[in-house]
């Protein structure tokens, strides 16, 4: 099968932990080029598809891609998919998929300013619309900028660059993403940038900050757990640890039953488990796929099956 926008990752592990049934009704939230949404509305029968995306680029793939399948793509973050289906007369699904992070569209796309390989306006929006990169190197504070590299990048030279953002700033607000790559990798140690690319740490986190990645993960979560039937699977591919990290926490939330403290002989809060997880552990690329789409490499599928409504 050819990905000529975006190839999906964790493929036939995604589609196996959702267990998707042909009668049921299923949300993906990210649907990027339409990969994983055409495999779930290909297994359809009497069942539909929601794919959901705030990107225009992967509302016109994916509309492509879904043509004449029981699926119906709408423009939207997933953090309203409850909006969503509630406007479509939808009370509850039998599955959400969210695949967290950016596209491969999005990164080989130069116009769109998220690599640091090739030179491009400082955009980095998903949606193509609010505030650019550009936009907060130039607006926001030193102590801002060093936070969110720190935060959403844990970039350990997160002063220094932000530092160096004001300064250059000054004279001139930085404007490409190779303007910016050049200024970061001339404010960290020589031995910085021996390893991974320097600039990477403070693409991922402006790119967080400019989509408020974090916040509309944190939000959907909830959301997509809440929307599910009865047996309903969520299931989340996540590409670094701040994501995992959220989506790990919240799977243990939802699965856990009493908080009594241990030295009470019985419990007396009642609260039981509303979630099982499906995954014990979360799967990642196989050495196949690591040879054959690098991008996979930080890949990780987690999974939570609804017990009872919360």
Known sequence: ?????????????????????????????????????????????????????QDPDAIVQATKRLAGLPATVIRSNFRYMDRVLSERGVEAVDGVLLDIGVSSHQLDEPTRGFSYHTDAPLDMRMSQEGPTAADLLRELSEQELADIFFRFGEEKFSRPIARAIVRQRETAPLQTTMELAELIANSVPAAARRDKHPARRVFQALRIAVNAELDCLSEALNIAFDQLKVGGRLAVITFHSLEDRMVKQRFAEFCTGCTCPPSFPVCVCGKEP?????????????????????????????????????
């Open 1 to 53: 099968m050819e990905y000529a926008y975006h190839r999906p990752v964790l493929f036939e592990e995604t589609l196996a932990a959702l267990d998707v049934q042909p009668n049921g009704l299923y949300v993906d939230g990210t649907a990027g080029g339409g990969g994983h949404s055409h495999a779930i509305a290909s297994r359809l029968n009497g069942g539909h598809l929601f794919a959901l995306d």
């Open 274 to 310: 509303a979630g099982r997880l499906v995954l014990r552990k979360p799967v990642e690329a196989s050495e196949q796929e690591l040879a054959e789409n690098p991008r996979s490499r930080s890949a990780k599928l987690r999974c939570v099956e609804k017990l009872r409504n919360r």
